[in-house]
């Protein structure tokens, strides 16, 4: 199959550093192509260069993942031979009172409308059972689970920093580093975003890292804290950790695609959010219990989100789609 993968045109796929769709998008096609398909991303921010990609290649199936561009959607729809799909990663599909502050209930109104039309692959549980709630049916909807390319990392089955969390993602309002940067057990690692009220002259505060830096250096930790109050699912960031060996300390925002009945799965509930010696306790406690129990992590992480098994159910969704 030939496969037509639509990003936002925002950063480079691949990305230089953070970019977990741009990630998951070269990721995905790499993978396709080693499966004998070939994913070829278009990835630029004119609606009409998007089209123009889009109309340039008789594609199997055109599969945008910036749900911005559905104008463009509408536009090609009856000049293409071919299916499409889209994914929205819009941290707050399920909370709609976040839709007309962000300006997102355009989208959110024209995906209902047109759900009739086109294939929606949304990326978490959470998105289906929303979408589910507004009309779409098991023909159209689908579970476009993300994970991660595993052997990228270099795994170590022995805890280096045994006494040393990590908060990994962009620093900005939503993932919520500000609140607990205090915590001098946890070191954060991201690309600051302007106006976002944290100190980045901090000691724990340790930069942003490029993809080897990442690749190289996760592993070394005992534990990952995300305690974010929207997520489109499991962060791609929650399932590294996981492969690498990391136990995970979340909010409930991250807990829809892990098992959170596993003992290295601590789901902080909402009201103890801000309770800073209720987060320092609890990630304390995980990370003694993750430092002693890495393989056992790894395993899950692995068969639970190796992007090598994933695409396997990708490419089944879209031959059910071609049928």
Not at 126 to 143: I, P, S
Request: aromatic share 12%; charged share 30%.
């Amino acid at each position: 199959m030939k496969i037509c993968l639509v990003g936002p045109g925002i950063m480079p796929i691949p990305p230089t550093g953070w970019g977990a769709l741009e990630r998951q998008m070269w990721d995905r096609a790499c993978i396709l192509g080693e499966k004998g398909h070939t994913g070829e991303i278009i990835n630029v921010s004119e609606m009409n260069e998007v089209a123009k990609g889009c109309l340039s290649d008789d594609f199997d199936v055109i599969h945008i993942h910036y749900d911005m561009f559905y104008p463009v959607v509408d536009y090609i729809y009856d000049k293409v031979n071919c299916p499409i799909l889209f994914s929205s990663h819009y941290p707050y599909i399920d909370q709609p009172d976040w839709h007309r502050r962000d300006g997102y209930y355009k989208v959110s109104d024209w995906m209902i409308a047109n759900k009739h039309k086109y294939y929606n692959f949304a990326v978490s549980p959470k998105d289906v059972e929303h979408y589910k709630k507004h009309g779409w049916t098991d023909d159209r909807l689908f579970w476009l689970m993300e994970g991660t390319n595993d052997p990228e990392f270099a795994y170590n089955g022995e805890c280096e920093y045994k006494d040393k969390s990590i908060y990994l993602g962009r620093i900005c309002p939503r993932k919520k580093q500000h609140i607990y940067q205090t915590i001098s057990s946890i070191d954060f690692v991201g690309k600051f975003e302007p106006g976002t009220p944290f100190d980045k002259s901090r000691t724990n505060f340790k930069g942003e890292w490029n993809r080897e830096d990442l690749c190289r250096d996760l592993t070394k930790y005992a534990n990952m804290v995300l305690l974010s109050d929207g997520e489109n699912g499991t962060s791609l960031a929650i399932k590294e950790a996981l492969v690498n060996g990391l136990g995970v300390v979340i909010s409930k925002h991250s807990a829809s695609e892990v098992d959170t009945d596993k003992p290295y799965v601590t789901v902080i509930p909402d009201d103890k959010l801000e309770d800073l010696d209720y987060v320092d306790n609890a990630v304390k406690h995980n990370r003694i219990y993750s430092a002693a129990h890495r393989n056992e992590i790894r395993e899950y992480g692995m068969e639970t989100f190796s992007l090598t098994k994933l695409i396997d159910k990708y490419i089944q969704n879209i031959e059910k789609i071609l049928q």
